[in-house]
């Protein structure tokens, strides 16, 4: 499968963005959909993922600021972030898990500004 991921700026602390990531393939094929993100210096961390059943999960840094959904229809899964802060700055990818394996796609770079 093939992931892109877009969406990602520079906005101003407190300020929103909606990440988008459309697989080349339809999104029901995979048992998790996730997002992950990379701040400079740091480890890749998981933010959010969503499951075939419709559970999320989120990672304690974005809980009640970030929601994770999907529109089957566009292949697409989405991440709604408000409320952002300066520590959310990342490059932030998406990735799928299916009964072949995992995949990643390359990242969209969120800035936020203080």
């Known amino acids: 499968v093939q992931l892109q991921a877009s969406g990602g700026g520079l906005v101003q602390a407190g300020g929103s963005l909606r990440l988008s990531c459309v697989a080349s393939?339809?999104?029901?094929?995979?048992?998790?959909m996730s997002w992950y993100r990379q701040a400079p210096g740091k480890q890749r961390e998981f933010v959010a993922n969503?499951?075939?059943?419709?559970?999320?999960n989120y990672a304690d840094s974005v809980k009640g600021r970030f929601t994770i959904s999907r529109d089957g229809t566009k292949n697409t899964v989405y991440l709604q972030m408000n409320s952002l802060k300066s520590e959310d700055t990342a490059v932030y990818y998406c990735?799928?898990?299916?009964?072949?394996?995992?995949?990643w796609g390359r990242g969209t770079l969120v800035t936020v500004s203080s």
């Open positions: 990735k799928s898990l299916g009964s072949s394996g995992s995949s």
């Open positions: 393939e339809s999104i029901f094929k995979f048992v998790i």
């Open positions: 969503i499951a075939l059943g419709n559970a999320t």
